[in-house]
Nanobody, 122 residues
Framework: QVQLVESGGGLVQTGGSLRLSCAAS????????MAWFRQAPGKERELLTA??????STYYADSVKGRFTIARDNAAVVLQMHSLKPEDTAVYYC?????????????????WGQGTQVTVSS
């Protein structure tokens, strides 16, 4: 099994920045890719960005392209967020695709962190 623990959420003003981190432990050699999702109240969970475990490929949703950056740092994945907007307010989840799956496919992700709240005030 793989355990994922997120950190770094909080409250920030519009235009500000936040850095989220997701530490992976356990059978990390089974990870194919990792991703960040978010879910706002009343909305479906949305795939924001993903990275292959090798770090060779990344994906960004249009809603965050140019503002968010995903990177792998050893057994952690970092999400750097800039130019935050009130509509970025949501619970952010780290996820891992274990033992296979295409990194751009949200259904590939089968191991989840507990989530961390990001609130952007206007």
């Amino acid at each position: 099994q793989v355990q994922l623990v997120e950190s770094g959420g909080g409250l920030v003003q519009t235009g500000g920045s936040l850095r989220l981190s997701c530490a992976a432990s356990g059978r990390t050699f089974t990870i194919y890719s990792m991703a960040w999702f978010r879910q706002a109240p009343g909305k479906e969970r949305e795939l924001l960005t993903a990275i292959t475990w090798s770090g060779g490929s990344t994906y960004y949703a249009d809603s965050v392209k140019g503002r968010f950056t995903i990177a792998r740092d050893n057994a952690a994945v970092v999400l750097q967020m800039h130019s935050l907007k009130p509509e970025d307010t949501a619970v952010y989840y780290c996820a891992a695709a274990i033992s296979g799956g295409y990194y751009r496919n949200p259904r590939s992700y089968n191991s989840w962190g507990q989530g961390t709240q990001v609130t952007v005030s206007s």
